[in-house]
């Protein structure tokens, strides 16, 4: 989620997973503990980032009543807010 990305700091923490349950996506915990994990984003990943966010609340604006957020505040959705599969 955007909440993991530290887009200031250079970091992403990895804390959970998507899992489709009972046919539905949720957010679950990842399998094990040492899944856990703060990775470090070069620069050129970082102005990638920065981009797509910037992309993706204008997708947001552009898709008005449509946006469809099941699951808020994913990095990665589809031009209506919903995650990829």
């Given amino acids: 989620t955007w909440g993991d990305v530290d887009l200031a700091g250079g970091t992403l923490h990895v804390r959970q997973q998507l899992q489709r349950l009972d046919g539905r996506l949720r957010r679950c915990d990842l399998k094990t503990p040492q899944s856990r994990r703060t990775l470090l984003l070069p620069p050129t ?3 990638l980032l920065v981009a797509h966010r910037e992309r ?3 997708e ?3 898709a ?3 946006w469809r957020e099941p699951i808020a505040d994913l ?3 589809t031009t209506i ?3 990829l599969q």
């Fill in 56 to 58: 993706q609340r204008k």
């Fill in 81 to 83: 807010g919903t995650p």
């Fill in 75 to 77: 990095v990665f959705t």
């Fill in 45 to 47: 990943l970082l102005a």
């Fill in 60 to 62: 947001r604006r552009l």
């Fill in 64 to 66: 008005r009543a449509r």
